[in-house]
T-cell receptor, first 115, second 112 residues
Framework: NSKVIQTPRYLVKGQGQKAKMRCIPEKGHPVVFWYQQNKNNEFKFLINFQNQEVLQQIDMTEKRFSAECPSNSPCSLEIQSSEAGDSALYLC?????????????FGEGSKLTVL | GDSVTQTEGPVTLSEGTSLTVNCSYETKQYPTLFWYVQYPGEGPQLLFKVPKANEKGSNRGFEATYNKEATSFHLQKASVQESDSAVYYCALSERSNYQLIWGSGTKLIIKP
């Protein structure tokens, strides 16, 4: 059973609308990832955080997405202006600080459909 | 850069037959290797991980050996069940940062 909680499970937006997803990482995990998974099951890394700070992000995320992981609040990923190509499953994952063996723990995802 | 290549799916098998999903990797580092499984409607979950070369990982009848010389980490199961139908991902972790490098996933379909 996943201890990473993602909400909502499903969201439907029109093109140009904002789409916001939230994630509560597993307790004690300071590192949080967001991935986009397409219909072909391929993962695209979007952004990751350690505590409240961005570690890495791709160009698309920097330009079109807004993401944060405030202390004592859920992490969030928001698409500022949804496009049809953004329809995908958005997965949040968290892990420990141990770089040697720490695996990712995933939530069940937020499935976005952009009409 | 680092990369992971695995068997292209879908792979369709009959219940009770054996499974091999090939996974090869490229890295200049000393990674931990993972197999994840994703069932329909769920997020990926760890099947098992192997942090050290030449060791074997296993879970639920699945196993894989971290072969450093061959840079391979093939997933095997002696006798698959219908409930094994899922997408399987091979991945490696880069010790220099927190990233996981993912294979493209192999969809496994088990027929009764």
């Amino acid at each position: 059973n996943s201890k990473v909680i993602q909400t909502p499970r499903y969201l439907v937006k029109g093109q140009g609308q904002k789409a916001k997803m939230r994630c509560i990482p597993e307790k004690g995990h300071p590192v949080v990832f967001w991935y986009q998974q397409n219909k072909n099951n391929e993962f695209k890394f979007l952004i990751n955080f350690q505590n409240q700070e961005v570690l890495q992000q791709i160009d698309m995320t920097e330009k079109r997405f807004s993401a944060e992981c405030p202390s004592n609040s859920p992490c969030s990923l928001e698409i500022q202006s949804s496009e049809a190509g953004d329809s995908a499953l958005y997965l949040c994952a968290s892990r420990s600080r141990d770089k040697n063996t720490g695996q990712l723990y995933f939530g069940e995802g937020s499935k976005l459909t952009v009409l | 850069g680092d990369s992971v290549t695995q068997t292209e799916g879908p792979v369709t098998l009959s219940e009770g037959t054996s499974l091999t999903v090939n996974c090869s990797y490229e890295t200049k580092q000393y990674p931990t290797l993972f197999w994840y499984v994703q069932y329909p409607g769920e997020g990926p979950q760890l099947l098992f991980k192997v942090p050290k070369a030449n060791e074997k990982g296993s879970n639920r009848g699945f196993e894989a050996t971290y072969n450093k010389e061959a840079t391979s980490f093939h997933l095997q199961k002696a006798s698959v069940q219908e409930s094994d139908s899922a997408v399987y991902y091979c991945a490696l972790s880069e010790r220099s940062n927190y990233q996981l490098i993912w294979g493209s996933g192999t969809k496994l379909i088990i027929k009764p």
